[in-house]
């Protein structure tokens, strides 16, 4: 007679309470990190206590530790946060019928303007090479490295098409994203001021952008760039 096999348990699903708990929780993360992102951008990083994220959102600091561990916690949940986003944002470049050659064109246009339109958000996330060692191990940032691998892919299929001569993809690569990081740092952190005039910039950022590429991709360049929050000039010199 054979032994009779035990059935694995079934696994337990969240009841309606804990669901809304967790809600509740993730709703509270996202405002203490929000808090923290505007003191980190106006007064450091290395400035900002946990006393003080905790006074901005109304909470004691020994309750804002059963949210995050410390600063730097919070930190990589933005990180986190802006490059999910980032790739929400550059993933049009992907869809429909574009040849390589546009998609990579298309990238950089979509990398702009999320740029612009999130500025302090895309200032944090490249402003500090504190998380580096934490990044490097935690397979949550993989968000970030899909974003790279998006532009890397995209420019071997446009070699692979003869639409950007063969050579090296890791040097082509970092040259496409660093034309456009360079353009957007320079506008968010307000290195334009005395160099072009507020009513010009939104041409420039285009036409700038445009000759980057042009020499390679000359038909490529369609849609206007308008760098809406950074032409505010809301950054310091």
């Known amino acids: 007679m054979s032994a009779r096999r035990s059935r694995s ?54 309750a804002l530790y059963a949210y995050f561990r410390d600063k730097d916690e919070i930190l990589y949940a933005l990180h986190v946060e802006g490059f999910a986003r980032l790739r929400g944002s550059i993933s049009e470049a992907t869809s429909g019928r574009l040849t390589p050659g546009e998609r990579l064109y298309r990238l950089g246009e979509l990398y702009l303007r999320f740029a612009f339109e999130n500025p302090r958000l895309y200032e944090l996330m490249f402003i500090t090479k504190r998380l580096g060692d934490r990044i490097r191990m935690d397979e ?39 034309i456009a990081h360079g353009i957007a740092t320079a506008v968010i952190r307000g290195r334009t ?37 950074a032409a505010r000039r809301t950054r310091r010199s």
């Open 140 to 178: 949550k940032w993989r968000v970030g490295l899909d974003n790279y691998d998006r532009v890397r892919s995209t420019v071997r299929e446009c070699m692979d098409a003869g639409v950007l001569p063969r050579g090296d993809v890791e040097a082509a690569t970092f040259a496409y994203w660093g």
């Open 193 to 229: 001021h005395s160099l072009i005039p507020d009513e010009d910039l939104p041409r420039v950022v285009r036409d700038a952008y445009r000759f980057a590429l042009g020499a390679l991709l000359p038909t490529h360049a369609r849609t206007p760039l308008r760098p809406r929050n």
């Open 9 to 62: 348990p079934k696994p337990q699903l969240p009841s309606a309470r804990e669901l809304r708990h967790e809600h509740a929780r993730d709703a509270t993360r996202a405002r203490i990190a929000q808090a923290a992102l505007q003191l980190f951008l106006d007064e450091g990083f290395e400035r900002v206590s946990m006393r003080a994220i905790a006074n901005a959102v109304g909470y004691s600091p020994g």
